[in-house]
């Protein structure tokens, strides 16, 4: 966790700029805008919705709210940047998404909306890592997932799916 460790403030925080520097996205479709709390084994990551966000223009008319699988997005981003804090040459990695159990959304997530995203790590080796996650807006419970991920050899995975 050296690296990334070096890329938090005073509080703890990683923001969306150091966000940037772990995981490979990018805006419009970084859905983490600060760390709030991060360990080896659980992450606390937030997404403030402007409301001006393109998905809320079309989803859904007349009642717009945050597409289901944006919100697991959400959590599989901060999901791959717990998993990276663990890998010591996580550059090297690329943490993809592969399974994806017991997802259950509770309610809508609405513009202007606070996002909080909380995982727990359950277990990790050099393959993969299993996390299970839950959307908060305030302290309401929105959405709930167990999230298994891939860790590859970046370079290896690239050049076999490179078109």
């Known amino acids: 966790m050296g690296?990334?460790?070096?890329?938090?403030?005073?509080?703890?925080?990683i923001d969306a700029e150091g966000i940037k520097k772990i995981i490979p996205y990018d805006e419009p479709f970084l859905f983490?805008?600060?760390?709030?709390?991060?360990?080896?084994?659980?992450i606390v990551a937030?997404?403030?919705?402007?409301?001006?966000?393109?998905?809320?223009?079309?989803h859904f008319v007349d009642f717009p709210i945050m597409p289901g699988a944006l919100t697991v997005e959400g959590l599989g981003q901060t999901a791959t940047l717990l998993a990276r804090s663990n890998i010591p040459n996580h550059k090297e990695k690329d943490v993809l998404a592969y399974k994806l159990k017991e997802v259950?959304?509770?309610?809508?997530i609405l513009p202007g909306d606070e996002v909080r995203f909380e995982l727990n790590l359950i277990a990790q080796d050099e393959r993969g890592a299993i996390l299970q996650g839950k959307v908060f807006v305030k302290e309401d419970l929105m959405a709930e997932a167990l999230l298994m991920l891939a860790?590859?050899?970046?370079?290896?995975?690239?050049?076999?799916?490179s078109k």
Do not use: C, H, W
């Not at 983490?32 to 659980?42: A, E, M």
């Open 32 to 42: 983490i805008d600060k760390v709030l709390s991060l360990s080896s084994n659980r």
């Open 46 to 58: 937030v997404k403030k919705l402007t409301g001006r966000e393109d998905f809320f223009k079309g």
């Open 151 to 161: 860790i590859v050899n970046k370079t290896e995975f690239r050049a076999k799916y």
């Open 3 to 13: 690296q990334i460790n070096e890329l938090k403030n005073e509080k703890g925080e």
């Open 104 to 108: 259950k959304f509770m309610a809508p």
